[in-house]
DNA sequence: GCCAACGTTGGC
DNA sequence: GCCAACGTTGGC
């Protein structure tokens, strides 16, 4: 099983919004980089994924679930190369998990979400998945 | 709101 | 095939 990161701007497509389509789960559509459609058609069902929210909140704050392999993204023209899944909500994480935590994380510094902050769908290795959810299960950094 | 990074487009 | 111009994305 892979992981991934997904991301979204919270005013188009939000964490809250995904839980509310619950085991219906949502198409993942408007992939427009071939990079990210590269990662979309590396999905495999049951594959897991970070739901991150862009923009104001730049934070993990969710867990999906991959419940349909690629196919033709029906937001894009006829015989255009770009692909859906379709993803459940799984959980929430105990704590959402912010990219300023993340950037200052060493263990995290090589995520692609890091280095390559553009690109919207993502793969994430087993060591930062689970390193991620180490950090979210832990009480907030001590504040002193 | 600004700017840097990146991808795409189009002229040559 | 190169490269400048432009549009988009996302962090700050």
Redesign the pocket.
């Known amino acids: 099983m892979a992981f991934w990161l997904f991301?979204s701007?919270p005013d188009v497509w939000s964490w809250e919004q995904q839980q509310a389509r619950g085991a219906r789960g949502e198409p993942w559509t408007g992939v427009?980089?071939?990079?990210a459609k590269l990662n979309l058609m590396a999905m495999q069902v049951e594959d897991l994924g970070f739901f991150y929210h862009?923009?104001t909140d730049?934070a993990i704050l969710g867990i999906v679930a991959v419940v349909r392999t690629a196919y033709p993204d029906p937001s894009a023209p006829d015989g255009s190369p770009w692909v859906a899944v379709d993803v459940v909500a799984r959980e929430s994480l105990v704590r959402p998990v912010g990219?300023?935590e993340i950037?200052a994380d060493a263990v995290l510094q090589d995520m692609l979400?890091v280095r390559?902050?553009?690109l919207?769908v993502s793969p994430v290795s087993d060591v930062h998945w689970h390193h991620i959810l180490e950090r979210s299960r832990a009480v907030q950094a001590r504040t002193g």
């Open positions: 991301k701007e427009r980089n071939h990079q862009s923009q730049r990219l300023a950037k979400l390559h902050s553009r919207s």
